[in-house]
Nanobody, 124 residues
Framework: QVQLVESGGGLVQAGGSLRLSCAASGRTGSSYAMGWFRQPPGKEREFVAAITWNGGSTYYTDSVKGRFTISRDNAKNTLYLQMNSLKPEDTAVYHC?????????????????WGQGTQVTVSS
């Protein structure tokens, strides 16, 4: 089992920045692909970004390309999402997820473990 806990969310003005963290604990010795998803108010959860087990490759949904950066520090068992130039439409609960494996994963069903989420609110 792997436990994931997100932090770093909050209220920020449009154009501002936030850095989300996702701390992993438990059976972290295996290789895990990881990703970020978000659920805007009244909408379904959607894919944001993914990273391979070693951080060598990343992938982003079009709406965040050039603004968000996913990264990981395996020595600290921590996943990050640097969010710049935030827009009101980025408002959502952000979840991190982990999957046993090494690839870039975009579908929710491909992930095995999920965090509870952290709220990000961007005011206009």
């Amino acid at each position: 089992q792997v436990q994931l806990v997100e932090s770093g969310g909050g209220l920020v003005q449009a154009g501002g920045s936030l850095r989300l963290s996702c701390a992993a604990s438990g059976r972290t010795g295996s290789s895990y692909a990881m990703g970020w998803f978000r659920q805007p108010p009244g909408k379904e959860r959607e894919f944001v970004a993914a990273i391979t087990w070693n951080g060598g490759s990343t992938y982003y949904t079009d709406s965040v390309k050039g603004r968000f950066t996913i990264s990981r520090d395996n020595a600290k068992n921590t996943l990050y999402l640097q969010m710049n130039s935030l827009k009101p439409e980025d408002t959502a609960v952000y979840h991190c997820a982990a999957a046993v494996g090494v690839g870039l994963l975009q579908a929710e069903y491909e992930y095995d473990y999920w965090g509870q989420g952290t709220q990000v609110t961007v005011s206009s």
